[in-house]
Structures are given as C-alpha cells and as structure tokens.
C-alpha cells in the first residue's frame, strides 16, 4: 500500500478482525504490521465483553474511525496506521497480560485504552517497565504522576469540582456519597468531603458496592433514610442499569433526589430504559447535544459508520480525539519511538467535537471545558451550564499527593 494511497476501510472491514490476535483491518495490513514496514502500529485495550464493554467497546469504534480518518488523510510518515485490538474483558489481570503482549510482543508505539482507573494502575507498572505511552481518555481521580501516560479525559477539577460547584448554586446542600468499589470513586468521595467541608454543608452518607454489582436494595434504603438533596453516583459500568432500575422501584425520582453521576453517559443511558433516568444529570467536558460545526460533522460520521442508533460520548470523544491528537504529534516528532511522541503531544491542540482542547505542556493532561447536563426523554443531555473558559487540568496537588511533589518529566515524586 503506497503512502500516496492509503487505503479507506468500510465499516465492515473496521469491525472484522482478523485473526485471534485481534487486529483490526486487512490481511495485508497484518502481514506489515507484524514486519514493521508498511504500517505504524498501535494497540487499543478497551474491554469489549464483561461489566464493563457497555462502556468500553464503543471507545473501541470512537479509535477506529479516527484511524480511518488519519488514513484517508494519508496516514502519518508516509505510512497508514493499523491497530491491534485486544478485549481484555474487564478483567485487571487480563488488562495486565495484553498490555504486555501489545508493548513486549506487538512493539506497538503508543496504545489507546483502559476506563477504570482500576484498569490503568494495573497496566501502569508495565507501560513504566518498557517506557511505554498510554493515552487514556476517561475522567479520572488525579493524584498519579507518570511520565507513561498522556490524559485526555477530565481531571477532578474539570469535572468533580464543577459538578459540587453547580450542585451547591442550585440548593444541593446534603449529599449522599455512591460509587463502585475501587479506587476511582473511594478518591472522588475524599475530594467531594474535603470540598464540602471546606464550604460547611452535609455528607449524609457513603456506600460502595463491587464493580458489577446488580443488588441495590440496600443501598437504596440507606439513600432513602439519610434523605440527601443528591446523590454523588461514581458507580461504573453494568451496575448503573440496576441502580437506577431500583432507585425508580423504590418511587424515588430525579424530582424528589436526583443523581448526579460521574460516569453515565449517553451510552449508559442508552442501556438504561429512559423512564429511570429522566431528569438526572451528570457533568462532563462534552454531550452529544453539543452544538458546534466539528461535532456536527463527527456525530454523523460516527452514525454513518456505526449505525443509527449509536450516540456519542464524552469518553467516545475524547477516545477519537486523541488519535488525532498523537497523528499530530507523530508528524511533528517525525519519529514513532514513544519519547518523541510524549515530547512532541506537549502543546498539541484541536478543534475537537466539544471545541478547542489542547494537551498541557507540563503535566500532558488536556484543557477541557466543564459541563453540566440534565438527562432527557430521549436518551439525551441538555445542557445546563458550561464554563466560560477551558479549564486547567490540575491532575496533582497537595491534597491528591498525599503531600508529595510530582515532577511531571521523570514521572517521580519527592516531598
């Protein structure tokens, strides 16, 4: 396949893999991937079966089309971009293995994955050992400091902070805290308490439940009883769909203590019937409801590709944009050796669907924007409040340090 005519896949052939190592494309492509001569390759670790793939598989075909677009383009160093797709099943331990094998087998430049930060630490330790670069485009709780992974997701202050912010404007002045049990919520919950406290309202109560959990009845009756204004909701995953299912059983309704949730989306309320989550919110940088000329044109491609009745996301988002993101900085590197390109993303903006975002230079998080948005009867958001400006992406202080300084460029901390 010559660089001046790169080949365009159709959607079928995008969602065909070829062969049981899971690599996405054509036959041809394989064979080149494997020598390392016509293509450039990269790995993407989204799970695409377990409690998790209803939020994962569609970071998948975010990539993809990107990729597709990258190629269409003329692919990057004369050469197209190939993935290989590994499902690691919501599965930490199996997050761990094909990461190995992308990095250590696959010798893949950069990979694209990972949504629970349970996952990301698992695989961190082996993206440090080969100086491997992950790019991870979900909200996450800070306080990680590495020089192996560049962060397009939303950080505490882009999202939690925000939300508590906008919670409190309206007259939210008792919280209930909920998550999954892993370290994403339990950390989001220490951010919600230093914040409430430092402003003197409520935490009326704190629950966690396992990852994949479908038993909220409890739980349900301990909300009841604390009466909250709202629920600060970090469950992940399959869980939600039970969780608001009992909520709404219980005759509790978004009137009377609505959510406001970390981690549901327009995928998630897709899978949840639209009578349970109607009039709940959560906040993130971009709803599909976003009104802007590049996001037009990126939810009808990805409708074009995926089909009808596939919505878009924040994490679909940004799991698109920052493909585009590393091309950019891949043709500024001239270079796929994973330092150049972490050196070279430093800076790197886009026109993205949700408007201008750009990778820091110092800390290679994203400036985003915040928003707040009220789930409709359609499946979804209105857009309740926007920030005036991009935000800063303050991944790391005092407070998520535990009092350690990260130098951002060696990915060490120190007191």
Known sequence: MSASSPRRLGRRQLLSAAGSA??????????GCRRGEDAIKIGILQSLSGTMAVSEASLRDAAMMAIEEVNAAGGVLGKSVVAIVEDPASSAARFQE????LLAADRVCSVFGCWTSLSRKAVLPIFEKHDGLLWY?????????????????????????????????????????????????????RIVRRYVDGVGDTVVGESYVPLGSRDFEATVREVTAARPDVI??????????????????????ARDIPVMAMSVAEVEVRS????????HLAAWSYFQSVDTPENARFVRSFKDRYGARRVTSDAIEAAY???HLWAQSVRKAGSTAPDAIRAAAAGQELAAPQGLVSIDPENRHTWKRARIGEIQADGQFKV????????????????????????????????
């Open 384 to 415: 309740l409040d926007t920030s005036a400006d991009r935000i800063a992406p303050q991944p790391w202080d005092a407070f998520l340090g535990d009092g350690q300084r990260c130098d951002w460029k060696t990915g060490r901390t120190s007191r």
């Open 98 to 101: 094909r990461a190995e094998k």
């Open 22 to 31: 899971g690599v996405l494309g054509l036959a041809p492509w394989l064979a």
């Open 321 to 323: 944009f920052q493909v």
């Open 137 to 189: 485009p979900v909200q996450y709780e800070g306080g990680e400091c590495t020089r192996n992974v560049i962060y397009t997701g939303s950080s505490p202050n882009q999202q939690i902070l925000p939300a508590l912010a906008w919670l409190r404007s309206t007259g939210r002045r008792r919280y209930f805290l909920l998550g999954s049990d892993y370290v994403y919520p339990r950390t989001a919950n």
């Open 272 to 279: 949840i019937a639209n009578e349970y989550t109607t009039g």
């Open 232 to 253: 600060f909701s970090t469950i992940n995953g399959g869980s939600n769909l039970a969780f608001y299912k009992q909520l709404a059983s219980a005759g509790v309704t």
